[in-house]
C-alpha cells in the first residue's frame, strides 16, 4: 500500500489515466495510462516502468496513433 503524496490518504484504487505532457513546447496527449488513483484527492501516480515506457513514446520511440486538434484558453 502507498500513500499519496499529495494528500497522505493510504487508499486508492488501479485505474487508466489520460495525460497531457508538454515536450519542447508541444502538447502531446498520452491515453489510458495504467495508475494508481488516490481514492480522497483523485491525484493520479504510475509505477516507474509506466513512467519509463511513456518517456520513451513521448520522445520519439512510438508512433502517435492519431492526431487531435487542441482548443487553448489563456487565463490572463
Do not use: W
Not at 515536450?23 to 495508475?35: E, N, S, T
Not at 509505477?47 to 487553448?72: C, D, F, W
Request: with cysteine; hydrophobic share 35%.
Amino acid at each position: 500500500m502507498s500513500t499519496c503524496s499529495i494528500c497522505g490518504a493510504r487508499e486508492g484504487r488501479e485505474e487508466f489515466v489520460d495525460e497531457v505532457f508538454r515536450i519542447d513546447g508541444k502538447y502531446v496527449l498520452v491515453d489510458h495510462i495504467p495508475a494508481r488513483v488516490c481514492a480522497r484527492c483523485g491525484e493520479g501516480t504510475f509505477s516507474r516502468e509506466t513512467t519509463e515506457r511513456v518517456r520513451l513514446m513521448v520522445h520519439g520511440q512510438a508512433n502517435p496513433t492519431k492526431s487531435i486538434a487542441l482548443k487553448v484558453f489563456e487565463f490572463a
